[in-house]
Nanobody
Framework: VQLQASGGGLAQAGGSLRLSCAAS????????MGWFRQAPGQEREFVAT????????YYADSVKGRFTISRDNAKNTGSLQMNSLKPEDSAVYYC???????????????????WGQGTQVTVSS
């Protein structure tokens, strides 16, 4: 499976951006999908995750209420709608996917087998 993230760019504080993740292969619907981000000099951190069917989502506290993760299994795509952006949201954003790894949390990098290349999000104050 290959993942291609897109949609990053420059936004002003309070603005919005929508990230997309396109997946190759026919097994995407069986994978958990997540978004992570990494700011300069910091470790990559969990942002949001969505279950295979899309019926359950979970967010980092820092983005809860502002970001929305979604997926369209028929199109093999996932999205991250980011509203009310803050300068501290600036980072490279990565989409990730993979089969459920039981005993490994979906908020950790080890919970995902496949990773996209990342897309830069910059929020100006």
């Amino acid at each position: 499976v290959q993942l291609q993230a897109s949609g990053g760019g420059l936004a002003q504080a309070g603005g919005s951006l929508r990230l997309s993740c396109a997946a190759s292969g026919r097994t995407f619907s069986g994978y958990v999908m997540g978004w992570f981000r990494q700011a300069p000099g910091q470790e990559r951190e969990f942002v949001a995750t969505i279950r295979q069917s899309g019926d359950s989502t979970y967010y980092a506290d820092s983005v809860k209420g502002r970001f929305t993760i979604s997926r369209d299994n028929a199109k093999n795509t996932g999205s991250l709608q980011m509203n009310s952006l803050k300068p501290e949201d600036s980072a490279v954003y990565y989409c990730a996917a993979g089969p459920p790894v039981y005993g490994v949390g979906v908020t950790t990098e080890r919970g995902y087998r496949y990773w996209g290349q990342g897309t830069q999000v910059t929020v100006s104050s």
